[in-house]
């Protein structure tokens, strides 16, 4: 027979009544609400003794996604966000129209040249 003399099956040595007295004491801490642009209320926990400047003034809404603020009239609005910009809508920014036409014409020329087709230049 295995040894072992715990009069309780599946109790642990200095297993006692569950407790604060037995697993210390809890945090004090503050409840600060949050408002999403659609009324919804997020709860979040802080520590009493944090700053109030370390606690964030918006957090994002775990239901909705949306930005919520702790001003529950005036939540924060939706971040306008930019449409995705294709390879050709960035080149165009950095390069105007003559550029981009001298620059093509470059190419061109150096294509020509590779394949034997360039035409004699005066």
Do not use: C
Not at 9 to 17: D, M, Q
Not at 66 to 89: S, W
Not at 114 to 120: I, K, L, N
């Amino acid at each position: 027979m295995a040894g072992g003399g715990s009069a309780i099956r599946g109790s642990r040595v200095g297993s006692g009544p569950m407790g604060e007295q037995d697993r210390g004491y809890h945090a004090d801490r503050v409840a600060i609400s949050y408002w999403d642009a659609m009324g919804n209320e997020t709860v979040r926990y802080f520590a009493a003794n944090l700053p109030p400047e370390e606690i964030p003034d918006t957090i994002d809404s775990p239901t909705t996604g949306l930005p919520a603020g702790r001003d529950k009239d005036n939540p924060p609005e939706m971040a306008k966000t930019e449409p995705y910009k294709t390879h050709l809508a960035y080149v165009k920014e950095r390069r105007s129209e003559t550029e981009a036409e001298q620059l093509l014409e470059e190419a061109l020329q150096q294509l020509r040249e590779r394949r034997g087709t360039a035409s004699p230049t005066a």
